[in-house]
Nanobody, 121 residues
Framework: QVQLVESGGGLVQPGGSLRLSCAAS????????VGWYRQAPGKQRVLVAH???????NYADSVKGRFTISKDNVKNTVYLQMNGLKPEDTAVYYC???????????????WGQGTQVTVSS
């Protein structure tokens, strides 16, 4: 069905900002929800934030107040704006479609290549 491709990663200094994009091959209006995950070296993949088709958002405690998830239905893209970046934010970031239920996100088992984010001076 709809495929998602991550982009926008790179090397940034601590305290800097970066905007990740999750581009869909088709319309995202029919997708229940999209989530951003990250996986640091030697650690499990963890949910960072997700957004529903209605625009409701949820964030992990570690990124609240710093990250913002949004979507553009015209461009068929979901974004993750990351501000106040810290070295511990270094990870490969992935996006995935899925279902949101009572504030919890359940992704499909369909992971892409992800995009590398490195926060270092």
């Amino acid at each position: 069905q709809v495929q998602l491709v991550e982009s926008g990663g790179g090397l940034v200094q601590p305290g800097g900002s970066l905007r990740l994009s999750c581009a869909a091959s088709g319309s995202i209006s029919g997708i229940n929800a999209v989530g951003w995950y990250r996986q640091a070296p030697g650690k499990q993949r963890v949910l960072v934030a997700h957004i529903t088709s209605g625009g409701s958002t949820n964030y992990a405690d570690s990124v609240k107040g710093r990250f913002t998830i949004s979507k553009d239905n015209v461009k068929n893209t979901v974004y993750l704006q990351m501000n106040g970046l810290k070295p511990e934010d270094t990870a490969v970031y992935y996006c995935n479609s899925g279902t949101s239920f009572v504030g919890h996100f359940y992704p499909r088992n369909n992971w892409g290549q992800g995009t590398q984010v490195t926060v270092s001076s």
